[in-house]
């Protein structure tokens, strides 16, 4: 039987979500706690990969038993066991062929920026120094939608066998005189793709780059013409969603 669980966590402290040789990782700590509640070799598999210091307010894995559940007893347990940085809310059965990973149809990250120093938004946004201009970077994050090969915004050297995906949306939001989030949807992502886009964004934003130069940045799938990678603090996983 398979089971699905949704958690959140911080991931200040963590080395990813994926285990790590010299790292503590979300899916160790998850491994470890069901392996003893379950008294066998738990492996579990994410619905992606967050990388270091990034934050998911929604997160899915999934994981076989040979026996029946109680799923509430176990997401019970589950919270007392892991640290305190994760929260376990949902365990729940679902069907032999429903994997969090390939059966995901649509994620959405939000990055947080602000442009005052704030002590209580340190940890969980990117504090910029410059003037910025959201309107041209919100035509510039509509440009995005436009294609489906995002190699400009893929780590270099990554091991993926493609770089296309389909982005569904791309917006700012400001919720303050001097906060902003960027909403991005897409059926996949790929490594370092989000905080990637964000500092190409940065750069429209501050003039660096026109429309028509954004456009060149994607249509030449070059990591080297992108912007700088974003702080990774400021970038929550929000949601996954399966059809």
């Known amino acids: ?72 007893q176990l997401a019970y347990r589950l919270n007392r066991m892991v640290p305190r940085s994760m929260a376990v809310y949902d365990v729940r059965e679902v069907g032999d062929d429903m994997h969090a990973r390939f059966s995901a149809t649509k994620r959405t990250y939000h990055y947080y920026v602000h442009t005052r120093k704030d002590p209580f938004l340190r940890h969980y946004s990117c504090e910029l120094h410059f ?10 994050a509509a440009i995005l939608m436009e294609y489906s090969d995002f190699g400009a915004f893929c780590k270099s050297h990554s091991d993926v ?3 296309i995906c389909r982005v569904m949306a791309a917006e700012w939001h400001q919720t ?38 954004f456009r060149n940045v994607i249509e030449g799938r070059k990591r080297t013409a992108a912007g700088e990678s974003m702080p990774a603090n400021a970038l929550f996983l929000e949601e996954v969603e399966y059809g």
């Open 161 to 163: 066998k493609t770089t």
């Open 131 to 140: 003037d910025l201009d959201f309107e041209r970077m919100n035509k510039a």
């Open 176 to 213: 303050s005189d001097t906060e902003w989030y960027f909403e991005i949807s897409a059926d996949r992502f790929l490594r370092n793709m989000v905080r990637a886009v964000v500092g190409t964004l940065v750069d429209v934003g501050r003039g660096r780059l026109t429309l028509d130069e």
């Open 1 to 72: 039987m398979r089971y699905f669980i949704t958690l959140a966590y911080d991931g200040t402290n963590f080395h990813g979500w994926q285990i790590q040789p010299n790292g503590n990782s979300v899916q160790e700590e998850l491994q470890k706690a069901l392996t003893t509640l379950l008294r066998q070799p738990t492996p579990v598999v994410g619905a992606g990969r967050t990388d270091a210091g990034v934050h998911a307010r929604k997160m899915v894995a999934h994981f076989d038993s040979d026996v029946a559940i109680d799923c509430q």
